[in-house]
């Protein structure tokens, strides 16, 4: 596709269920990355991966959040046990390398814990 | 770690009047500068970068930055807004070489006033 396609862009589900997030970068990008974004808050840094490997995970809150990305394309974020606390938006990027390259931003998911 | 100060939450402007959004960062060794726009209901979009040589850098939509190291501060500038140019912006903040891992601050909500 023509950007970084996430989906669904609007997740509502119950505290303690599992929830799985999905994102498509751009076609040929090998970074990949995941934010979070708290009302009024700036993006908070969660993982980079780089190909299929997760190079840096110090972002992510805990054990309960891990990420995917088993052939270097499309990922997936995971949450188990959801709290209400997690209720955000994650954004996720990809650019083409891990150089002095711009990172592409989808529109995110809007993730609500009820 | 980085960390990256937007002091005004919101910044009311005039519209064709100029305006400047305040960012500061945390000292380092090295350090690359972003500036990000979020237009409402749109992911976020990359203004200008600056990496190294010139401390003016120039970006989209006439918007320009300025890296000062002494003040640790990169404000961005626009000499003439307009009403297209509301929405947030986003400083950010890397120690690497490019956009992984990147500290965002808190963003600033620019209104254009008609």
């Known amino acids: 596709g023509a950007g970084v396609s996430q989906t669904p862009s609007n997740k509502v589900t119950e505290k303690g269920k599992y929830v799985e997030l999905r994102c498509d970068p751009i076609s040929g990008h090998t970074a990949l990355y995941w934010y979070r974004q708290s009302l009024g808050q700036g993006p908070e840094f969660l993982i980079y991966?780089?190909?299929?490997?997760?190079?840096?995970d110090s972002g992510l809150p805990n054990d309960r959040f891990f990420a995917v990305r088993p052939e270097g394309s499309v990922s997936t974020l995971k949450i188990q046990r959801t709290e209400r606390g997690d209720s955000a938006v994650y954004l996720c990027?990809?650019?083409?390398?891990?150089?002095?390259?711009?990172?592409?931003f989808g529109q995110g998911t809007r993730l609500t814990v009820v | 770690a980085q960390s990256v100060t937007q002091l005004d939450s919101q910044v009311p402007v005039f519209e064709e009047a100029p305006v400047e959004l305040r960012c500061n960062y945390s000292s380092s060794v090295s350090v690359y500068l972003f500036w990000y726009v979020q237009y409402p209901n749109q992911g976020l979009q990359l203004l200008l970068k600056y990496l190294s040589g010139s401390t003016l850098v120039k970006g989209i939509n006439g918007f320009e930055a300025e890296f000062n190291k002494s003040q640790t501060s990169f404000h961005l500038r626009k000499p003439s807004v307009h009403i297209s140019d509301t929405a947030e912006y986003f400083c950010a903040a890397s120690s690497g070489g490019g956009a992984d891992g990147l500290t965002f601050g808190k963003g600033t909500h620019l209104i254009i006033q008609p």
């Open positions: 990027a990809s650019s083409p390398d891990r150089g002095r390259t711009e990172a592409f």
């Open positions: 991966f780089q190909g299929t490997g997760a190079a840096d």
